[in-house]
């Protein structure tokens, strides 16, 4: 049966049935007229115009183009806001085959896919960001500027990117049904995993290492020689609300896609993912803390970036892990999802931050993102959304392959259940 | 508190692999102290001669071909404004108000500072700049990515980026004339100048030059040259009678070379590369085989995790 199916790939009837949904061309297409696709499109149309305008005219044609800012909206979303987000997937495949916590395995897959989905558009950021996008390689086969943390970042991204694309692998080869190569991907897993557990564990703080060169130029209460360790513990809570975030959108917006068993068990989960990441921020608060001491410039919190300091610090970090803890003592989900939304606004603020607002503070006239900079962001994230909706609605993602459905069956049952 | 940064990265503080294995990763970063090439050129700049007169600007402009100076060189109203280095200029004069009342306001060039240790070179993942046992610190254009990760780094605010430019956009800077040195020559700057503000020669030389002054004349110069420990030492050197930190130079900047920031955080890099795969593979073993399987389920319990998805 299934070299049947892999012969027959380009077929009609496959095509129908896993490109389209299963639908008639013609009607498939015509379903695709929907107010948020149409929102989407305009989105698309004004902004891909600006990116090909990037490539003909240079930075300066979408950026302000600032020497003394050189970074700005591309990098501050695109990689630093963008990456901690896609840890979902080192830190749900640790928990499900290094920790052994089964019966997280539903939410494995959407988690893999987060991720490796982010990297991606990540890098897609980076290419219209950097200069000369088409060096991309350089680093890793024409010169080798092993001293610097950028050298380490971009062998990373590169590495990481890969060992998720095996990771996903038994998903798509489910898919194709190939089932000799999805047998080959799944047996990688446990080295897949390690290995991807290592290079986020480095990347992830070596994001926050960048800036480690920028003593005199990040503001002190950010600038910290705890800047990685910070940037790797934020990381794990912001993936954890991340897979918490993704499954309660997909549930909400795409209940089809999901097996009903999932379904059952996923408020079992979300509290699970929320005490997990209510410890991960209670870590993350006391570093927070340890790093202000180490600093010792509590006169500067007598100051408008100390002000911004003290709300980033209590109303993005302390109060939504009250909430995480609150939502788990009184098993109430919603609670905790909320968190988990209020959580990732409060890394991306804390991104922005270190990567914008407080690098430079010194300078008397700072711009930091202009309109067309903006749109361009908004273009590449609606894409790269529109990409994880295509993925999720025909590839098993959140349910499982009819073929493959015996297998995980034990797990489900496993399942805390909210009280 | 500089030391105490310093101490603390060669400690403890930059990755999880340091908090396992901090004493391994400390022997690793400790750093050997490097003290400059011994030929390197110098630049000595004595600020209190400088006129203003931007010859510098006209001439490094033409050292480098780059497009002519905007403003005519006698033309004051450039002076409004404190300007920056850019793409297309290498070298800006800037003028500041004397503190001092009834003293002529100081005039004061301004490039890139050609450091010993550039944080600009640590930055690069290329190795697209580099420090020249000259002393220039020159980059090539051809491995550049743009990540314009240099100018992060860069203390000084020295390196510019052409942003107009779509298929070869380059990191622009002082090049301290790196080919007219080679040759034998001078930096055009140095050579232009008509009040000698710019002495060009050996760096170690001109400290002695710039300590003689400064002793020679009691009580006039700032007690200060600098450039001679900032940022771990600089090229260009700094004599002024008047305070730098009045003059726009950063004085925040420290005396530690860059790249000494980032070291303990590479170093613990290769010890989260052999640590985990045993702290993790560990992991896996205990949290997966927590009980001896049943005799008769052995064959599945073996294969549970190659057979599941």
Request: glycine share 8%; with cysteine.
């Amino acid at each position: 049966m299934n070299t049947h199916i892999s012969q027959s790939i380009m077929s009609r009837e496959w095509i129908q049935e896993n490109l389209l949904l299963g639908k008639p061309a013609r009607t498939y297409f015509r379903g695709l007229v929907t107010p948020l696709n149409v929102v989407a499109a305009i989105i698309i149309c004004v902004g891909l115009p600006l990116i090909v305008s990037r490539y003909i005219f240079g930075l300066a044609a979408v950026t302000h183009a600032s020497n003394n800012q050189p970074w700005g909206l591309f990098l501050s979303w695109g990689l630093f806001s963008g990456v901690p987000l896609a840890s979902t997937g080192f830190i749900m495949a640790a928990t499900v085959y290094l920790f052994g916590l089964r019966q997280y395995h539903p939410l494995l897959r959407p988690a893999v896919l987060t991720g490796f989905v982010g990297y991606f558009f990540a890098v897609v950021f980076l290419l219209v960001d950097l200069g000369r996008p088409w060096h991309l390689p350089y680093p890793m086969f024409v010169s080798f500027g092993t001293g610097s943390v950028m050298f380490l970042v971009a062998w990373h991204v590169a590495l990481y990117l890969s060992t998720q694309f095996v990771e996903f692998c038994p998903a798509i080869f489910e898919w194709l049904g190939a089932e000799r190569f999805r047998r080959w991907a799944v047996k990688v897993t446990i080295g897949a995993t390690i290995f991807g557990v290592i290079l986020s564990t480095l990347h992830q703080s070596a994001l926050g290492a960048l800036f480690l060169l920028a003593p005199a130029k990040l503001h002190p209460l950010w600038y910290s020689p705890y800047l990685p360790l910070l940037f790797f513990v934020s990381s794990i809570f912001g993936g954890l609300s991340m897979v918490i975030i993704e499954s309660t959108l997909i549930r909400r917006f795409l209940p089809g896609r999901m097996d009903p068993a999932n379904h059952r068990v996923l408020d079992g989960l979300t509290l699970g993912l929320g005490k997990g990441a209510a410890l991960t921020m209670l870590t993350y608060f006391g570093l927070k803390l340890i790093a202000l001491a180490h600093g010792n410039h509590w006169n500067l919190l007598n100051s408008g970036y100390g002000a911004w300091y003290l709300i980033e610090l209590i109303g993005f970090v302390a109060l939504p892990c009250f909430a995480f803890v609150l939502g788990v003592r009184r098993c109430r989900p919603e609670i905790v999802r909320f968190a988990a939304f209020w959580a990732v606004v409060g890394l991306v603020a804390n991104r922005f931050t270190v990567s914008m607002f407080a690098l430079n503070w010194q300078l008397p006239h700072r711009e930091f993102v202009s309109l067309k900079e903006a749109l361009v962001v908004a273009t590449i994230f609606t894409i790269e959304l529109l990409v994880y909706r295509w993925v999720v609605n025909r590839l098993p993602v959140h349910r499982e392959h009819t073929r493959y459905k015996s297998a995980r069956k034990r797990h489900l049952v496993q399942a805390p259940q909210p009280a | 508190m500089k030391s105490t940064r310093r101490h603390f990265f060669k400690t403890m503080a930059t990755g999880a692999g340091t908090m396992l294995l901090g004493p391994s990763a400390k022997a690793m970063s400790s750093v050997e102290q490097f003290n400059g090439y011994p030929e390197r050129v110098g630049m000595l700049v004595d600020l209190s001669l400088c006129i203003g007169c931007r010859r510098c600007e006209e001439a490094c402009k033409r050292a480098n071909q780059l497009p002519p100076v905007e403003a005519p060189l006698n033309d004051s109203s450039v002076f409004e404004h404190t300007r920056r280095t850019d793409a297309e200029n290498y070298t800006v004069v800037n003028r500041f108000a004397n503190p001092q009342p009834n003293q002529p306001a100081v005039y004061v060039k301004k490039q890139c500072m050609h450091c010993e240790e550039p944080a600009c070179a640590s930055a690069c993942l290329v190795g697209a700049l580099r420090k020249t046992k000259e002393g220039p610190v020159v980059y090539n254009p051809d491995i550049c990515l743009g990540c314009r990760y240099c100018m992060i780094a860069c203390p000084f605010y020295i390196p510019a980026y052409e942003y107009h430019n779509p298929t070869s956009p380059k990191v622009r800077k002082c090049t301290l004339c790196y080919e007219r040195i080679k040759a034998g020559g001078m930096p055009a700057c140095a050579e232009i100048c008509p009040v000698e503000a710019i002495t060009f020669g050996k760096r170690s030389d001109l400290i002695k030059l710039a300590q003689a002054q400064i002793l020679n004349n009691p009580g006039e110069y700032q007690n200060h040259i600098y450039g001679l420990d900032e940022v771990g030492g600089t090229t260009w050197l700094y004599i002024s009678k008047v305070p730098f930190a009045k003059l726009g130079f950063p004085t925040d900047v420290g005396t530690t070379p860059f790249p000494e920031y980032t070291r303990g955080f590479l170093s613990a890099v290769p010890v989260v590369f052999v640590v985990w795969p045993a702290l993790l593979g560990g992991f896996h073993l205990f949290a997966n085989n927590r009980q001896p399987a049943p005799a008769q389920e052995d064959g599945v319990t073996r294969n549970d995790e190659e057979t599941e998805q």
